[in-house]
């Protein structure tokens, strides 16, 4: 079983920074996957980033050139550091980890971006 826990979310400016976390609750470099959706109410969940295990990484292009990826094998944490925020980024953010063909999903933290 795996568990996820994200943080970090909360309320900032457009224009701002925001930087959530996801603490896995085994070696993030047994998952084939990990990931950021989010969902914004009304709305579909949709990919926003996604590491592989080999350290590839890839964005939607609404997170291109704003957007990092990263990892931290000695937390067993991965990131999204996101910058230059717009309201549209406004939605509850979701970290998902691929084990064994299951996806996993975490609680999911609410980010909210105002004008």
């Known amino acids: 079983q795996v568990q996820l826990v994200e943080s970090g979310g909360g309320l900032v400016q457009a224009g701002g920074s925001l930087r959530l976390s996801c603490a896995a609750s085994?070696?993030?470099?047994?998952?084939?996957?990990m990931a950021w959706y989010r969902q914004a109410p009304g709305k579909q969940r949709d990919l926003v980033a996604i590491v592989t295990s080999g350290g590839n990484s890839n964005y939607a292009d609404s997170a291109k050139g704003r957007f990092t990826i990263s990892r931290d094998s000695a937390k067993n944490t991965v990131y999204l550091q996101m910058n230059s925020l717009k309201p549209e980024d406004t939605a509850v953010y979701y970290c998902t980890a691929r084990y064994f063909g299951v996806e996993n999903w975490g609680q999911g933290t609410q980010v909210t971006v105002s004008s």
């Open positions: 085994r070696n993030i470099f047994s998952f084939n996957t």
